[in-house]
Each structure stands twice: as structure tokens, then as C-alpha cells.
């Protein structure tokens, strides 16, 4: 049997596949709101959560290519490559339509649902395509410093994207613009795994049809895997979201009456876009650095970098409100959120960078031959839970409003429930045997300790 060899400008091309990705993903959700402020005046902040929650369902559901790609391709570009190169065009094709027309009037927020929902359909599917691809050709001591080097280039993408990019256009009033280089740097990103060699694959026709499929939602043992993905993902874009505005109010950038979000004294679109794309980008940066450590971590013990960054997120969160309380005024505000922004990325890259790892091992372990399939499950749930969560933000805000115009208090309440859903993720988390998804050397270590 010849011996798979992984070449070293593979990692370059999964990395800018994910930079890219991160650009797609990272101009709707940066850009967009400022945009909005510039067209309308402003933007109502329970709309435009409940809007993202449903343009991001593609990811929740990506798992049906997944079960198609791991079934076959073709004969000579092999089974992922067609999927992604596929929908990487479908999805460009939606970044064209929205750079020929937008409206400007309240109907934009159904039409940018429509724009940003079919080219999350092209970004997702093509996603899930290379996710199997990694799983096939990264060796297992490699996997989790790639997942790291792939996470974090999409949160450098998503900022670069929101700060670079989306300044320069919004600036020049040429959106259009930075919509058509969009999609074209889609079509390019989904082209270069065209240069990656496919292992030889055998039993993915006779397994997908089988029982092995069917398990995945009748196992018990899943179940727990599928708690604990789903509320991994809840507060990943809730939280960060609602703590911006808390950084941002004393700040004296927004103003959020209720749930309509407008621009305080002289700041501009351009202006909320620079405030909004350096918060991001301090939480790029904690996401690139904490994630090299998680992947490191991971790669000695899958489980002490999942516990370790666990219990470090869950109180986080609920202290993250206490320096508003004390200290307010720009300069304090600032100061705190810059540090405060820096941390959340961090641990959110390292908890994502740590369970995907998990999650590719339980793939791996459970699914050999529907690995593709099993993980693009796991990973969907983990974004049905991001998405769930943007859309309970939407509707926490529209029923606190009617008790309290105080956003602190807002912002604690959600704090509190991101925390609480994170305890009962790594609750759920503990109750998977380890021996699913452990490395060797650390599972023969206890095994020695146990019985010396």
C-alpha cells in the first residue's frame, strides 16, 4: 500500500482558504452594521441579531454535504475538490447580486438576509468539503496545530476584512465594489485545493448507506457529544456582540435606545466601522495567540486544554461587567474594553481550537469511514448553537427592554446565560470517555500510574 505523504504547502493552503473564509464571513458582520447606519440612520439591534441568527442556518445544516462527499467524487479531482470549487462560485455568484442592487429603504434588512444567507450556503458547503479534506490528509500529531493555524487565520481574515477592507470602501463610498473582490477572492480561495492530492479511499459507498449513518442520531453516547457541541457554541458570537455596546455607550460612539442603535455626537459610519474593526481586531489577535496555545496544549492532552479553557471562560464571563460598573468615561472604557476584547477572542479561539480537535478525534474514532460526515455533523451543531444564540440575544434584549433600559443589566443577564450554557457544555464534555478521544502516549501514561 503506498504511503501518504502530507507536503508542507498543504498548511499554506488550508491557511489561506480559512483567510479568505474569514473575509466572507467577517465583512457581513463588521461592515454591514456601520453600512447600515450610513443608508438608515441607524439599525435596530434585535432585528439585525435575529437576521444574522437565520443568513447563518447554512452552517448549522452543512452537514448534508458532508454525507455526500464522503460517498464519492470524481475520477480525477477526487471527492472534496468538486464541492468546494462548486459552491465557492454558487456563493460568489450572491457577492455579485449584491453589488448590482441593495435597497436603501427598511426592505434591505429582508435583502441582505436573502444575500447573506445564499452566500453562507456557498462558504459553508465548501467549508464543510475542506474540513474533510483536512481530516483525510493531516496526520494526527499535526491535527491540532493545523486547526489552530486555520482558526486563527479566519479571525484575521474576519478582521482584516472589517478593518481593512471595509474601511477603505466604506470610506469611498464604493461598496459595490468590495463585494465584487469578495466574491472573486471566494472563487480563488475554493480553487486552491485543487493543488492538494486526495488519499486513496475505500467503504464510504457501502457505509453511508448502512447503519453506521443511522447511529449517529440513535447512539446514546452521541447524544452527549451533541449537548455538549451544541451549548459549546451559544455565546461565541452573543457575548461579543453585546459587550461591544458596553464598551462602546461610555465611550459615547452609540447610543442604544431600547433596541435601535444609533451613532452618539459627531461620530460617523466610518468612524463606529473604526471603533468596531479595532475591537475586533484586539480580539483577532487574542484568538491568534491563545489558539497556537491551545493547539500546543492539545496536541500533549486533549483534555487539560478543554478543561483549562473552560474554567477560565465560565466566571469570565460573569465578571466581564464588573469594571463598567466602576470606571466610566472614554478613557477607562477604552482601556478595559481593549483588554477585555483581547481575552474573549483568546478564549473562545482556544475553546473552539480544543473541541474541534475533540471533535475530529471522535470523528476519527467512531466513523473511520464517515469521518467527513460525522464531523461536519458535530461542526454544524456547534454553529446551530452560535446561531440559536444570536437569536435568543435578539429576543433577551426585546423582553429586558420592557423591565430595564439599563444595558449593564441587559448585558449581565446575557453574560450569565452564555456562562451557564459553557457549565453545562463542559459538564456534558466530562461524561465522554476519554479513551474516544485522548492521545495515546497520555492514555498509556494513566494507564501506568494506575497500576503501579
Not at 462548486?86 to 460568489?92: E, H, L, R, V
Not at 479571525?155 to 465594489?177: C, H, K, W
Not at 491551545?294 to 473552560?310: E, H, L, W
Not at 459538564?427 to 495515546?440: A, P, Q
Amino acid at each position: 500500500m503506498e504511503q501518504y505523504e502530507y507536503k508542507k504547502y498543504y498548511s499554506v493552503i488550508f491557511i489561506l482558504f480559512y483567510l479568505i473564509q474569514g473575509f466572507v464571513q467577517g465583512i457581513p458582520y463588521l461592515v454591514f452594521q456601520p453600512y447600515l447606519t450610513k443608508i438608515l440612520g441607524g439599525y435596530n439591534l434585535n432585528i439585525w441579531m435575529i437576521l444574522w441568527g437565520i443568513s447563518q442556518i447554512p452552517w448549522a445544516i452543512k452537514m448534508i454535504v458532508g454525507i455526500f462527499n464522503d460517498r464519492g467524487g470524481t475520477k480525477f479531482y477526487g471527492r472534496r475538490f468538486p464541492w468546494i470549487i462548486s459552491f465557492g462560485i454558487f456563493g460568489a455568484i450572491w457577492w455579485f447580486l449584491l453589488a448590482v442592487y441593495l435597497p436603501k429603504d427598511q426592505s434591505i434588512y429582508l435583502f441582505l438576509l436573502i444575500y447573506i444567507f445564499f452566500i453562507m450556503i456557498g462558504m459553508a458547503f465548501a467549508d464543510t468539503a475542506l474540513d474533510g479534506l483536512i481530516l483525510d490528509v493531516v496526520p494526527k500529531n499535526k491535527l491540532a496545530r493545523i486547526q489552530g493555524y486555520t482558526w486563527a487565520m479566519m479571525l484575521v481574515g474576519m478582521g482584516a476584512g472589517g478593518m481593512l477592507l471595509g474601511l477603505i470602501f466604506l470610506s469611498l463610498d464604493a461598496m459595490p465594489v468590495l463585494f465584487i473582490l469578495t466574491g472573486i477572492l471566494m472563487i480563488f480561495a475554493c480553487f486552491l485545493p485543487y493543488f492538494i492530492k486526495e488519499p486513496a479511499s475505500k467503504g464510504q459507498e457501502s457505509d453511508i448507506k448502512g447503519r453506521p449513518l443511522i447511529s449517529m442520531f440513535t447512539k446514546l453516547k452521541n447524544w452527549k457529544i451533541i449537548l455538549y457541541t451544541f451549548l459549546a457554541g451559544v455565546q461565541a458570537l452573543l457575548i461579543l456582540e453585546f459587550f461591544k455596546y458596553v464598551v462602546l455607550i461610555p465611550m459615547g460612539v452609540v447610543n442604544v435606545d431600547e433596541t435601535l442603535v444609533s451613532l452618539a455626537g459627531g461620530t460617523s459610519p466610518e468612524g463606529y466601522l473604526n471603533w468596531n474593526s479595532a475591537f475586533y481586531l484586539l480580539n483577532g489577535i487574542g484568538t491568534f495567540i491563545f489558539s497556537m496555545i491551545a493547539g500546543k496544549i492539545a496536541d500533549i492532552s486533549r483534555k487539560k486544554a478543554v478543561t483549562i479553557f473552560y474554567l477560565v471562560y465560565i466566571p469570565f464571563c460573569l465578571i466581564s461587567i464588573v469594571p463598567f460598573i466602576f470606571f466610566i468615561g472614554f478613557l477607562p472604557a477604552l482601556i478595559m474594553g481593549f483588554i477585555f476584547m483581547f481575552i474573549f477572542g483568546g478564549l473562545q479561539g482556544a475553546l473552539v481550537v480544543s473541541n474541534q480537535t475533540i471533535r475530529a478525534d471522535l470523528s476519527k474514532h467512531e466513523y473511520p469511514t464517515l469521518k467527513s460526515t460525522f464531523y461536519a455533523f458535530l461542526v454544524s451543531l456547534s454553529n446551530l448553537g452560535q446561531n440559536v444564540g444570536s437569536i435568543l440575544g435578539g429576543i433577551i434584549i426585546t423582553i429586558a427592554v420592557i423591565f430595564t433600559s439599563n444595558f449593564g443589566l441587559i448585558y449581565f443577564l446575557v453574560s450569565a446565560f452564555c456562562a451557564l450554557c459553557l457549565l453545562l457544555s463542559y459538564i456534558l464534555f466530562r461524561t465522554i470517555d476519554v479513551g474516544d478521544y485522548e492521545l495515546d502516549h497520555v492514555l498509556q501514561g494513566e494507564e501506568d500510574i494506575l497500576f503501579a
